[in-house]
């Protein structure tokens, strides 16, 4: 079965630095895909960034990328220019790859982030 | 804009007295799901549709049941909610057709907080 770990449920950092969240997962599929949700105190879950594990490139998303190392199994999510409104719950999230739309994510526990003015 | 909405956002209901949850979506997606969140905790998958065909996790209580009338509603019924009840109900879409862009993507709804007295 597959399992996703985040091993730090509680990070901080400064306004205007950098923050890395860390997440392995354990898969024997070799098609599948990542992302790194976030959720606001009482606000929407939201899409942060996707890697697809077939492309070599990490992601990025503006002030958002990802450091995606297959064989080690890790996708760790780094945060730069940290604001204020990136305070939030991370969820990092595995989905196997079916071709289409089914199937279903499999979260970690979290990491929830603050962000110090 | 296309998103995913759930009613109420907040639902209060005795011990044993039964509740639905709604949720509708604009995006045409071909696979709903409904998830529980407990305070500070991951998603855990209640059960998704593909399309008509409903998929049940094994772990998910008989308490809970779902409909899917159409195509863009999907409601949760909680049939005699106990304490453990409590808890934020997430609905999500998924329905990219393989190998268009954002494949595999949940989109959430804002949720539905449930409090059981």
């Known amino acids: 079965a597959q399992t996703v770990t985040q091993s730090q449920p509680e990070m901080s950092v400064q306004e205007a630095e950098t923050v890395t969240l860390s997440c392995t997962y354990d898969?024997?599929?070799?098609?599948?895909?990542l992302f790194w949700y976030k959720q606001p105190p009482s606000r929407q879950m939201i899409l942060v960034i996707r890697?697809?594990?077939?492309?070599?490139q990490n992601a990025t998303e503006n002030r958002f990328s990802v450091n995606f190392q297959k064989a080690a199994k890790s996708f760790s999510l780094k945060i730069s220019d940290s604001q204020l409104g990136d305070a939030a719950m991370y969820f990092c999230?595995?989905?196997?790859?079916?071709?289409?739309?089914?199937?279903?994510?499999?979260f970690g526990k979290g990491t929830k982030l603050s962000v110090k003015p | 804009d296309a998103m995913v909405i759930q009613n109420p956002r907040y639902q209060v209901t005795q011990f044993g007295k039964p509740v639905t949850l709604s949720c509708s979506q604009t995006l045409n997606h071909n696979v709903m799901y409904w998830y529980q969140q407990k305070s500070s905790q991951a998603p855990k998958l209640l059960f998704h549709y593909y399309d008509k065909d409903f998929n049940n996790e094994a772990d998910t209580p008989d308490n809970f049941q779902s409909r899917r009338p159409n195509t863009s509603f999907c409601f949760l019924d909680i049939r005699s909610p106990g304490l453990g009840d409590a808890a934020m109900y997430l609905c999500?879409?998924?329905?990219?057709?393989?190998?268009?862009?954002?494949?595999?993507?949940?989109?959430f709804g804002a949720g539905s907080r449930l409090t059981v007295l």
């Open positions: 898969t024997s599929e070799s098609d599948y895909y």
């Open positions: 890697q697809e594990a077939y492309k070599q």
């Open positions: 999500a879409t998924s329905g990219t057709r393989a190998g268009q862009p954002g494949a595999n993507v949940l989109t």
């Open positions: 999230a595995y989905k196997k790859n079916y071709g289409g739309s089914q199937g279903n994510l499999i």
